[in-house]
């Protein structure tokens, strides 16, 4: 359970308390990627800062946007950009929300375990400052200057999408259809892919 918070207004201590505690011994494989390796699971950070949190589980895949979702607003529907995602912060798009279609909106892809500092997500079951995706680098550019906690070189950067796959990652559409995606594709589809309407209607890529 996340006691991460950006307002001063997080969860009650009581609410991280009993959420953490049913979250130590659960978990859902189907979040994780066989072919990555676990940085820490269950993972906690003390403190209520953006980092907070008890018994977090990792994921190999969330959801994708060309901006950090945190410093856009507190809802999805405040979100006003022309160039927006399928998901965001307490709410989503409606099936009608999705004027490209659904065949050409990801709605989530892979993103590895091991950023540049431990701290950093994606969590299934918990929200930090770091969950997300954002395209704002090719996939799989493993440019920073090491892995966090794992001394290690060659990790993505926080929000870093990307997979331990060769060549690509897996990404899942919005009418459920999951794709190998090459590394190589062209970085402005990877764009026109994250936006639920920009007008670009793309086919096979």
Known sequence: MSSAQRSGTGPSTALVATNAAVWANVDLPMFKCLSDVLRADPFTVAGSAHYGITNGRQSSYWFPDTNIMEDL?????AD????GPIMGINGGARMADIIDG??????????????NHALYGPFWNAWNYTSGVVFGQQ???RNAPNC?????????FAWGSGSKHVGGMQITMAD???K???????FAIFRNLTSIADGTVLGEF
């Open 148 to 156: 966090g906690g794992g001394g290690a070189t060659g990790c993505p």
């Open 80 to 83: 006003t950009r022309a160039l």
């Open 102 to 115: 659904t065949s050409n909106t990801m709605a989530l892809c892979e993103t590895p375990f091991r950023k």
């Open 73 to 77: 607003g507190l809802t999805w529907r």
């Open 180 to 186: 190998f995606i090459s590394e190589n594709l062209d």
């Open 139 to 141: 996939i799989n550019a």
């Open 176 to 178: 459920g259809a999951v």
